[in-house]
């Protein structure tokens, strides 16, 4: 009778078996399969599928957000819900190609409550972000992009490993413990809870001034 598989845990290297071999992620294909049968920490177990990065290998820029959301949790793919639609029109302005960006989230499973029939966005803790660095570093390790932009707090604290204030962090130009460039802003998600039209205008603005000056600075 076969044993049952050990959840991974935070000091397990991610691996992915060959032939009963491991073998350390090398491509993006092995990551994202190692990644769909991950099981270090509980959201697994309540959510549709895990929702892995994309992008380009050798893309200059990565943007890291929170946690995949509904719609990303249904469709297997990051950045394809409402605030998915405001980073686009922002990466436009900014004049950043989202095709030649790589996209992912500092957790990979969508963590939710449900109310009624719908799911709603739950933060994740600090205990999950941390079970989920592995996979943001080998993202980091394979894409190996010029700069970092942490969309949000959680991003932000899986990046550097501590808790920043966004709106101190902003505009300023931060090191990854590896040297690699790193920039704070906010999460588009934030744009879609202001009630405010003029406080959301200017929030907007800062945001693509945000991507504009990261995209400038990394060449």
């Known amino acids: 009778m076969p044993s049952a598989r050990r959840p991974a845990t935070a000091m397990d290297p991610p691996v992915v078996r060959n032939g009963g071999r491991a073998a350390v ?32 290998v050798g893309a200059r820029l990565m943007l890291v957000g929170e946690q995949p959301g509904d719609s990303e949790d249904s469709s297997g793919r990051p950045f394809v819900g409402p605030a998915s639609r405001i980073l686009d029109r922002a990466l436009q302005a900014a ?10 989230n500092a ?17 994740p803790t600090t205990a999950e972000v941390i079970q989920c660095k592995w996979w943001l570093d080998q993202e980091l390790r394979i894409v190996e992009p010029r700069a970092v932009i942490a969309l949000g707090a959680t991003a932000a ?6 808790s920043i204030t966004i709106s101190s962090a902003r ?26 039209a003029g406080e959301k205008e200017r929030e907007y603005r800062a945001f693509v001034a945000d991507l504009r000056r990261a995209s400038r600075l990394c060449g």
């Open 25 to 56: 992620l090398g491509t993006l294909a092995q990551l994202r399969s190692a990644e769909a049968r991950c099981t270090r920490c509980p959201l697994y177990q309540f959510a549709t599928q895990v929702v892995p990065g994309e992008g380009p």
């Open 95 to 104: 004049q950043i190609a989202r095709a030649e960006i790589y996209v992912t």
């Open 107 to 123: 957790v990979k499973h969508f963590k939710h409550e449900m109310r009624g029939k719908r799911r709603l966005h739950k933060r």
């Open 157 to 162: 604290r899986s990046l550097f490993g501590h």
């Open 171 to 196: 505009a300023r130009t931060h090191h990854l413990v590896d040297g690699r460039a790193a920039f704070v802003t906010i999460h588009p998600a934030f744009l879609l809870r202001l009630k405010d």
